[in-house]
């Protein structure tokens, strides 16, 4: 397998940055999110690198969604990063985690009264989904004597080339206003006393191993951003969101890199900003590319099963990773103690969650598996602990942060206490 520079394999184990990966789980014990910071910040460096080689007005808005544990959250605002945020919680991580106000965009479709009162006295920036949210918002404004800054979020009706619950810009997706209706939009927004719109955000959908359809998208902001210039919307930034994706199948995929993806969506925003005689700021919003293959989890083998076909039952399933059961993601696994030896035998990687979909892996070519052996769950940064639960009552693992030769804890495990700490009695049970 074709391991990224920051996974090797010294003395038969799998190392992450300077770590032993059997060292880690003896010390954190399993399961455990191990992630790397040093390849968070080559990652950062090398995406904005791509953008800013062609536009030096590029902003790169972390999306906080793909992993909020304010270590990281910290280590990407001290790279200068802003953050998409889609809730109240996301929007008060980014703040305490430093990053500036006026970095940071408020998302989403559904925002509640509270959401937008918050927004308001927080002073970010927001991304209108509709018109009503929009008169909301202006009450909300009104009602604090202050104006807020927003865009509007524009549905492309893009078709993209990725799992259909992950891809927002289609013309049937839940998200964003349909482009033959964003003027009316706008019209009201400068219409309204307390509202100034800035700004246009658009994202087409995540995992996507394709270039063409950001710059498309770009298209479709750039001939909107003509139309706004008409009505006189004067634009300061536009918003491509985010997306990219990354080979989760690192012998096959034939994934994008920064470099190509820059190449593909900067000729088209450059032609078009010269071709309006504007110079906005190019806001872009990637969360997967960043943070994903920062990050393994590392759980521990329980018992293995030679049933149909060979199970090896580990102590994390969908959890802790819910992307294999959602959306038949793959994930590479490796054998972290058993790391050089040769793989002997097909085995499906199995969760200790009460569903028959509780599968990481399957049928995966391992060396011979025994209890206690350690497997390595790879690209597991984002979208990962994000998205975890505690179903069947089982608490959430650890999160451990590496940096050079330090091993932190950057969240402690969940115990059974904290699974009841926050049940309440009813007082007839009393
Ligand atoms: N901007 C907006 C408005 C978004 O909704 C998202 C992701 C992003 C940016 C970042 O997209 P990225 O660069 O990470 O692709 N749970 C799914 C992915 C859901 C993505 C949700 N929105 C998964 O595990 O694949």
Known sequence: ??????????????????????????????PLYVTDDARIRRNFRR???????????????????????LAILRTLASMGAGADVFSA??????????MRPDRLLFNGSSKSPSDLALAVETGVRVSVDSIDELQHLERAAGEAGTTVDIAFRVNPAIDVPTHPKIATG????????????ILNAYRHALAAEHINPVGIHCHIGSQILDVEPFARE?????????????????????????????????ETDRAPTPEDYAGAVMPVFLRGI???????????????????????????????????????????????????????????????????????REYTIAGPICETGDILA??????????????????????GFAMSSQYNSRPRCAEVILSGEEAALMRRAETIDDLVALMEVPPWQA
């Open 47 to 69: 995406l904005s690198g791509a953008l800013i080689t062609h536009y030096p007005e590029v902003r790169v808005l972390y999306a906080a969604k793909a992993n909020g544990n």
């Open 170 to 181: 289609l013309a049937t997706s839940k998200f964003g206003i349909p482009a033959d209706e």
């Open 274 to 344: 010269h071709e309006l005689g504007i110079e906005p700021e190019l806001w872009v919003e990637p969360g997967r590319w960043l943070v994903a293959d920062s990050t393994i989890l590392l759980a521990r083998v329980n018992s293995v099963k030679i049933a149909h076909k060979a199970f090896a039952n580990i102590d994390a399933g969908f959890n802790l990773l819910a992307r294999p059961v959602m959306y038949d993601s793959y994930h590479e696994v490796v054998a972290g103690n058993k790391a050089d030896m040769p793989a002997v």
């Open 362 to 383: 399957e049928d995966r070519m391992l060396p011979d598996l025994v209890a206690g052996d350690i497997i390595a769950v790879l690209d597991a940064g984002a979208y």
């Open 89 to 98: 919680g996301e929007l008060a991580l980014a703040l305490s985690a430093g």
């Open 218 to 250: 770009v298209e479709v902001l750039i001939e909107v951003t003509r139309d706004l210039i008409d009505i006189g919307v004067d634009l300061s930034f536009i918003d491509i969101g985010g997306g990219l994706g990354i080979p989760y199948r690192r």
């Open 1 to 30: 397998m074709i391991l990224p520079p920051h996974l090797t394999v010294r003395g038969g184990h799998l190392h992450i940055g300077e770590h032993d990966a059997v060292d880690l789980v003896e010390r954190f014990g399993t």
